[in-house]
């Protein structure tokens, strides 16, 4: 900045800047990296093609800050053991009956409603009707392929989970805007549930990598 003029440039990504001036003018340098100085322009120094001006480097140092409620000091195995923490509230920890059920997918609830059976009401019994339309309608028939293919995606995105994008790049020639496609493809081998409800990850790949070569294969990617 020619603090004298009132005009300002920024340098570019050498240092190298151009600013009118006249002899007498002061220029400010100033960069958060870099201490600030001042230069008193002669008039031998305008008669000069170039002007070079050493910065001196600049480290801000910060006093020691003490965060506080807690007095932290930063090493993680000491500021929690000194911390005082509630216990963690959940199912599990009350030793509820249902702390471990599997929660239901929308399709499974719906299943289960639409055959639900016979129930009691003191020396009531109460048949509904709803089973009996839905297996007429071929309702319960749809809703049990429902649950079916869902529970087929959820392992098969289990199996998406298992591996990131660039296993399947570069491993199984699998380009990355097809991954979900090929998963599908996948999906419909008879072996696949079999081998990815064992939880064998080295069966898993090894499935993944031939059924790779053959989609490869039939959609002439290689």
């Known amino acids: 900045m020619n603090t004298t003029a009132g005009r300002a440039t920024i340098s570019d990504e050498e240092g190298m800047f151009s600013i009118e001036a006249s002899p007498g003018d002061t220029l400010l340098f100033s960069a958060v990296q870099y201490r600030r100085k001042q230069l008193v322009l002669s008039a031998s120094m305008l008669e000069s093609r170039f002007i070079y001006v050493n910065l001196e480097e600049f480290v801000n140092e910060l006093d020691e800050v003490v965060v506080r409620p807690f007095n932290l000091s930063g090493d993680l195995v000491r500021d929690m053991q000194q911390m005082k923490t509630e216990p963690v509230v959940t199912a599990s920890t009350l030793g509820l009956p249902n702390a471990y059920v599997k929660p239901m997918m929308q399709s499974e609830r719906l299943l289960k409603e639409a055959s639900m ?9 109460a048949v509904p009707f709803n089973p009996l339309i839905n297996m007429i309608t071929g309702r319960t028939k749809m809703l049990k392929r429902r649950v079916a293919r869902d529970r087929k995606y959820l392992l098969t995105q289990e199996v998406r989970n298992y591996y990131p994008d660039s296993i399947f790049v570069s491993r199984m020639g699998i380009p990355a805007d097809r991954i979900d496609d090929f998963m599908y493809f996948c999906e419909v081998d008879s072996k696949f549930d079999s081998i990815v409800s064992s939880d064998d990850h080295i069966a898993i790949l090894n ?4 059924k790779s070569k053959a989609y490869r294969e039939n959609n002439q990617l290689d």
Do not use: A, Y
Request: proline share 8%; hydrophobic share 60%.
């Open 207 to 210: 499935l993944l990598l031939v």
């Open 117 to 125: 059976g016979p129930f009691h009401l003191g020396m009531i019994t």
